[in-house]
Structure formats: structure tokens, C-alpha cells
């Protein structure tokens, strides 16, 4: 096994990209109240912790070091591509980055930064004409901003999954559904039973098959 060299240790990369997606992921959201600020400096933090062990310094390399090299003693644990744990581990021979988990990630992270900036000009025309999102994705799920970080998160995980962010991800999303449950109390308290009938015909996070049209009511 080598030392790590020029391959970590590169804290400007991890400034830039945690910049360059946390920012990118700002333009699409747009926080405003303090609850839209909590979710969106949670997504943040996993942001900056995914790459710091991208470019920084990749701690769980050398935490899981002795069983790594111990079953793949072919591998150079501590070359960058390396850090795809799922296609080195499953024994893909081509460059990572056109391997099938890789492409997966992909898929998950454009789905979830498409939802976010889908969802948000909905629920944006809603609240100028002071009713309830129930068009585009609101009509699926009610949740779908916060489905839509879920996603990204999980894109990268499957990507280049490490030990801190596989222990933030579950608890983020706990977070996000208590916000969700903290936002449906306020919309309910201000929209009464329009909300009630919009929430007994449209899941929250799961979507259904098709569409509906509820009565207008709004979500976030």
C-alpha cells in the first residue's frame, strides 16, 4: 500500500466543489424562513463532509485499511479512483467513473437537483397567488424539496460512500421529516381542511401512480 501523495490532502478541491454544489443547490432552493435555512445547512454539512474525504483526507481509507488491503491486496487503497469503494470492491476493471454506480449517482443526483428547482417554482406561484402548491410534483408528494435533497445525498453516497456521511445520512433524514411534519402543523393551522384533503389524497414522500388535483393547498 502506498501513501496517500498527491491524491488527497487537495483542500482547495474541497472548497471549491463543497462551493461549487452548495451554491448550485442555493440557486435551486432558495431558503428563506429559518426552517428552509435548518434543511438547507443540513444538506450543506454533508456537503463539506463528503468532500473532504474526497480531496482532503480520506478518513474511512484508513480507518477500514487493514480489511481493504487484507481482501483486495491488488488494490492501491490510497490512489483517488480507489475511493469508489463499490465498483473496487465488486472487482470493476475500467475507470470508475463510467462504472454502473457511479452512472446510478448520476441519475439520483439530477433527479433530486431537478425536483428541488421543479418544486420550488411551484410552490413560488402558489404562494404569490396565496394558495396551496398542489401542481408539478406537488401533486405526487408533499415533501418534494426534501425528497429531492434525499436524493442528491443519496446519489453521492452510492458514489463515494465514507462512514461519516452513511452515519449523517439516516439521521438528515430524520431531520427532514420532522421539518415536514413541523411544516404540514402550519399548513394545516392555516389552510384548515383544504389541507386536511389535500394530505388524505397525496403521500408525502412516496409518490403514487398518477397525479391528482386536490383542493389548493401548499407544502414544502
Known amino acids: 500500500m ?3 501523495g498527491a491524491s488527497y490532502g487537495l483542500w482547495l478541491l ?3 466543489n463543497s462551493a461549487v454544489f452548495i451554491l448550485f443547490a442555493f440557486s435551486f432552493f432558495k431558503p428563506r424562513t429559518s426552517r428552509d435555512w435548518r434543511s438547507f445547512g443540513a444538506f450543506s454539512a454533508f456537503i463539506v463532509a463528503l468532500f473532504a474525504e474526497m480531496y482532503g483526507f480520506p478518513l474511512t481509507i484508513f480507518f477500514l485499511s487493514g480489511w481493504l488491503q487484507s481482501n483486495w491486496p491488488r488494490v492501491d487503497w490510497f490512489a483517488h479512483d480507489s475511493g469508489h469503494l463499490p465498483e473496487m470492491i465488486l472487482g470493476w476493471r475500467a475507470n470508475p467513473h463510467f462504472g ?17 428547482s421543479v418544486a ?3 410552490l413560488w406561484a402558489a404562494q404569490r397567488a396565496g394558495r396551496l402548491a398542489v401542481t408539478g410534483p406537488y401533486a405526487r408528494i408533499r415533501h418534494p424539496q426534501y425528497v429531492g435533497f ?7 453516497l452510492v458514489q463515494w460512500p465514507t462512514l461519516l456521511t452513511l452515519a449523517m445520512f439516516p439521521v438528515l433524514v430524520w431531520m427532514y421529516a420532522r421539518l415536514a411534519r413541523s411544516e404540514e402543523a402550519d399548513s394545516r393551522a392555516h389552510f384548515g381542511e ?4 389535500y394530505a388524505a389524497t397525496v403521500p408525502a414522500f412516496i409518490p403514487g401512480w398518477t397525479a391528482r388535483q ?3 393547498t401548499k407544502a414544502g
Open 2 to 4: 502506498t501513501e496517500p
Open 14 to 16: 474541497v472548497f471549491i
Open 100 to 116: 454502473p454506480f457511479h452512472l446510478l449517482s448520476f441519475a439520483l443526483i439530477g433527479a433530486g437537483f431537478w425536483l428541488i
Open 120 to 122: 420550488w417554482h411551484h
Open 150 to 156: 434525499v436524493l442528491i445525498m443519496a446519489g453521492f
Open 194 to 197: 383544504a389541507w386536511d384533503r
Open 214 to 216: 386536490p383542493g389548493r
